[in-house]
């Protein structure tokens, strides 16, 4: 069964979509600690990021590095953290976090909620700083 990760690249879960290309699919996350939480997902559906194939991991590392700059440049941060846990969905996935400070990255923190329209905006100024960067 598919997972809930590929049901949304897929297009049959909504997401508010920041970047994509031929492996990987970036939203935001529905739960974030912090604005502009991201989830960066390969295409292909592989539960243990460390299952994934060398050059597919090296891919998605230099995928999640170009978002993590266009995420900064739309949310200006001290640095964007990453983490990997993947407890919850089994389909690998990289966290990226516009952080000012070491606790913005803990996973026990209370998450924020945005409106529909809070959410849209946040993934556009992403979006639009990713296409920036592209050019
Ligand atoms: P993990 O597997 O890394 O422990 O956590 C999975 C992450 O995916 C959580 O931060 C959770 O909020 C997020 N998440 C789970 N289901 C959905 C969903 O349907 N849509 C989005 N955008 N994020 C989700």
Redo the contacts with the bound molecule.
Sequence with gaps: MAT?FSK?IAGE?P??KVAEDDKFYA?????PLVKGHT?VVPKREVDYIFDLEDDELAAMQIFAKKLALAIQKAFPCKKVGQAV?????PHA?I?LIPIQKESDMLFSNP?LSFSNEEFAAIAAAIHKAWEENAD
């Design positions: 809930i949304i879960i997401s508010y939203f935001l996350d529905i739960n989830l846990i993947g407890l919850e969905v996935h966290h998450k």
